[in-house]
């Protein structure tokens, strides 16, 4: 049994979550969902023995009796032993070698700017601290830029990695989500100046895994 121990509510949880329900693992019959306590369960001996980084989620495959850490490396790891066609099979190079190429884009050009202008708009309130607005803004303009060049690589292909869905494509949706409702990423929605990317995110943010995870999420 694959055991995913984290929250729902995490952005990196719901990244892997997504990807396992597309890849059409169903919950508690292919993989069990271990939740936290409380989010301070984190720091605690037990969890960091198996995350040393104080982050969620970690899994353990308990068949392999094997812990593997970092949401993207876990859904990787998923998808090459179940086979999903999700992940591009090494043996094909060229495939392969783009889907890593859109993996790096995705996390250098993409989960940066996202991440950060969540840290000041949105989770710095859990922190007990004001956002740096300036800092978001920052941030936002760059994102702004880069989304611009994703408009440009959609033009040309279907999906981030090709004409072909891959997980990279999936990569995106929770922290892309939470910035389209923050307004950290007008332009993913934005059908009039980025056809492309709107296009794209809209059939994204319809797929059954990413349906699937909403429904474990609170509704309010």
């Known amino acids: 049994m694959l055991v995913l121990n984290g929250s729902p509510l995490s952005t990196c949880t719901g990244r892997v979550l997504t990807c396992f329900f597309q890849m059409g693992l169903q919950l508690d019959?292919?993989?069990?969902?271990a939740p936290l306590g409380d989010f301070a369960d984190i720091y605690k001996p037990e969890w960091l023995a198996n995350q040393p980084f104080g982050q969620m989620p970690f899994l353990i495959d308990e068949e392999e009796q094997y812990v593997i850490f970092?949401?993207?490396?876990i859904i990787k790891y998923v998808a090459a032993k179940i086979g999903s066609p999700l992940l591009p099979k090494q043996s094909d190079l060229k495939a392969y070698g783009i889907f890593e190429q859109a993996c790096s884009i995705e996390h250098c050009n993409f989960d940066e700017p996202a991440h950060s202008i969540a840290a000041e708009l949105y989770f710095a309130k859990f922190h007990g601290r004001e956002g740096d607005v300036a800092l978001a803004d920052k941030n936002k303009a760059l994102l702004a830029k880069?989304?611009?060049?994703?408009?440009?690589?959609?033009s040309k292909q279907k999906y981030i990695a090709g004409d072909d869905l891959t997980l990279v494509d999936l990569f995106h949706l929770t922290y892309g989500n939470l910035n389209v409702t923050i307004g950290g990423a007008p332009a993913l929605t934005d059908a009039e100046g980025h056809p492309n990317l709107a296009r794209w995110w809209k059939e994204v943010t319809s797929l059954p895994g990413w349906v699937k995870y909403q429904e474990l999420l609170p509704k309010n």
């Open 29 to 33: 019959k292919d993989f069990k969902l």
């Open 70 to 73: 970092e949401s993207r490396a």
């Open 146 to 154: 880069r989304l611009k060049v994703y408009d440009q690589i959609l």
